[in-house]
């Protein structure tokens, strides 16, 4: 759904290569995520076949201690940029403006801070933490170790750019036409028999302003507020449902013309 929002947009382009760039850094760590896993997951099986064989993998336990180093600085990333890390915000809703716009900068800051401290003490232990003849396989462990000032400098960046972006609000013809479309797909959901779903959209409240990408999740159902635009990420049961509530209204709709 295309809708518009209040204030200056954030100053990006819209063009297939802006987008490809912008989508590649994720696609990267999606990838190298996904890799990590699969190497945590196959090797002490190899591990366990090859000693059957009265031999083994040398240096294994080392390998695993840093993949799985590795795959959680990639995994906080991630969880960073879908903005699903844990955050002390219960009842932030809850506060008017301009009190819950204070607030959610003083816990940006906060988070900044924390981050970029992380980022430093951790690129200083890469630095001068370990001895230069000290490696894993072949890979000096100071190599292995750049992964934590890596990971923490992401999150402090991609923190910094979403406080930069500010708040955002619908119009008043985005928020109808919002309005609306939220109110079908909760009588859709009801019709189903998504009770907690219907519900859940009936008390979205479009008049709470939102730093983009906001998500928002509820029962079988996400949506993501971007600067022109909300993505609404079905369940696959809630997609069949709403679809098949489509199609039958759309050939009633027919039949009555």
């Given at each position: 759904?295309?809708?518009?929002?209040?204030?200056?947009?954030?100053?990006?382009?819209?063009?297939?290569?802006?987008?490809?760039?912008?989508?590649l850094?994720?696609?990267?760590?999606?990838?190298?995520?996904?890799?990590?896993?699969?190497?945590?997951?196959?090797?002490?099986?190899?591990?366990?076949?090859?000693?059957?064989?009265?031999?083994?993998?040398?240096?294994?336990?080392?390998?695993?201690?840093?993949?799985?180093?590795?795959?959680?600085?990639?995994?906080?990333?991630?969880?960073?940029?879908?903005?699903?890390?844990?955050?002390?915000?219960?009842?932030?809703?809850?506060?008017?403006?301009?009190?819950?716009?204070?607030?959610?900068?003083?816990?940006?800051?906060?988070?900044?801070?924390?981050?970029?401290?992380?980022?430093?003490?951790?690129?200083?232990?890469?630095?001068?933490?370990?001895?230069?003849?000290?490696?894993?396989?072949?890979?000096?462990?100071?190599?292995l170790?750049?992964?934590?000032?890596?990971?923490?400098?992401?999150?402090?960046?991609?923190?910094?750019?979403?406080?930069?972006?500010?708040?955002?609000?619908?119009?008043?013809?985005?928020?109808?036409?919002?309005?609306?479309?939220?109110l079908?797909?909760?009588?859709?959901?009801?019709?189903?028999?998504?009770?907690?779903?219907?519900?859940?959209?009936?008390?979205?409240?479009?008049?709470?302003?939102?730093?983009?990408?906001?998500?928002?999740?509820?029962?079988?159902?996400?949506?993501?507020?971007?600067n022109?635009?909300?993505?609404?990420?079905?369940?696959?049961?809630?997609?069949?449902?709403?679809?098949?509530f489509?199609?039958?209204?759309?050939?009633?709709?027919?039949?009555?013309?």
């Open positions: 759904m295309s809708t518009e929002s209040s204030g200056s947009a954030s100053g990006t382009s819209s063009g297939p290569i802006s987008k490809v760039k912008r989508l850094p994720h696609r990267i760590e999606d990838a190298l995520s996904f890799s990590l896993l699969i190497l945590i997951a196959v090797l002490p099986l190899l591990e366990a076949i090859l000693r059957r064989f009265h031999t083994g993998i040398p240096h294994m336990t080392g390998y695993l201690q840093h993949l799985v180093l590795w795959i959680s600085l990639i995994g906080g990333m991630i969880t960073s940029r879908e903005k699903r890390h844990l955050a002390l915000t219960a009842g932030v809703e809850r506060i008017g403006e301009p009190f819950r716009a204070w607030i959610q900068s003083a816990t940006g800051f906060l988070s900044i801070a924390l981050s970029l401290a992380l980022c430093l003490a951790s690129l200083s232990f890469a630095l001068i933490g370990f001895d230069p003849d000290q490696k894993v396989g072949a890979i000096p462990v100071s190599l170790a750049l992964v934590m000032p890596l990971g923490f400098g992401v999150i402090a960046v991609r923190f910094i750019t979403r406080l930069e972006r500010g708040i955002r609000r619908l119009l008043p013809a985005a928020a109808h036409e919002a309005g609306r479309l939220l079908s797909l909760a009588a859709a959901a009801e019709i189903g028999g998504h009770q907690a779903t219907a519900a859940s959209l009936r008390q979205f409240q479009l008049s709470q302003g939102f730093v983009t990408p906001q998500r928002r999740t509820f029962p079988e159902l996400d949506v993501v507020q971007f022109t635009r909300w993505e609404f990420r079905l369940s696959h049961c809630l997609w069949d449902t709403v679809s098949g489509l199609q039958e209204h759309s050939r009633s709709a027919s039949a009555v013309v």
